[in-house]
Every structure is written in C-alpha cells, then in structure tokens.
Nanobody, 122 residues
Framework: QVQLVESGGGLVQAGGSLRLSCTAS????????MGWYRQAPGKQRESVAAITNGARTTYTDSVKGRFTISRDNAKNTVYLQMNSLKPEDTAVYYC????????????????WGQGTQVTVSS
C-alpha cells in the first residue's frame, strides 16, 4: 500500500558531499516522523537523523554539524544532505517513515525504503 523509494547514494571521496532523497507514495493519509538510518557491514542499524512533521530535527552525535535532514510535505519527501563525508559514514542508508494509511481505522505503521549504498573513499 505504501512504498518508500530512495535515491542519491554513490561513491564519493572523503570531504565530499551527497544528497539522499526518499519519496513516499501510495494510500497515504498522513506522514508523521521521517528519518534516515544506516547500517555498515558487521554493525547494527543505527538512527542517523529524524524530522517530525513540525520540522523538529534530531541527529546522532557523529553527524551533527555535517548532515542536515529536511522534508517537503507537499511531495512526501525527506532529504539528507551529507557534507564533509568520512570513510566511517560508509553504509547502506535506509529511509523510514511513520505513516497513517487510507484504510479502515487509519492504521499507523513504520515503513522502510530498500536502502541506498553510500561509500566514502579515503
């Protein structure tokens, strides 16, 4: 019923920038918080940044001052601008959204994108 599609990953040198995008589509009634997670090889998935539908943001300490999360509610899209990238930022990045769908009772669930690879070379 709902899909999250990410784009914008790739290979970049240390110190470079990338911008990730994630668009939600389907039978969406409303979107609450949206966020980005990442999972490096051999590590657990971790929260990177989140943004409420009121545009309040939170970041994990390791990306503060380098990454910026934003959203366009009209487009059901969340962005992650990543600057000053480091090799330790290398991971698969996943989009997450807390969505109410158009169905009986307006059920609320977490949805995930398929992931996009970000690789930072030293």
């Amino acid at each position: 019923q709902v899909q999250l599609v990410e784009s914008g990953g790739g290979l970049v040198q240390a110190g470079g920038s990338l911008r990730l995008s994630c668009t939600a589509s389907g039978r969406i009634f409303s979107i609450n918080a949206m966020g980005w997670y990442r999972q490096a090889p051999g590590k657990q998935r971790e929260s990177v940044a989140a943004i409420t539908n009121g545009a309040r943001t939170t970041y994990t300490d390791s990306v503060k001052g380098r990454f910026t999360i934003s959203r366009d509610n009209a487009k059901n899209t969340v962005y992650l601008q990543m600057n000053s990238l480091k090799p330790e930022d290398t991971a698969v990045y996943y989009c997450n959204a807390d969505i109410r769908t158009i169905a009986v009772g307006l059920p609320r669930s977490d949805y995930w994108g398929q992931g996009t690879q970000v690789t930072v070379s030293s």
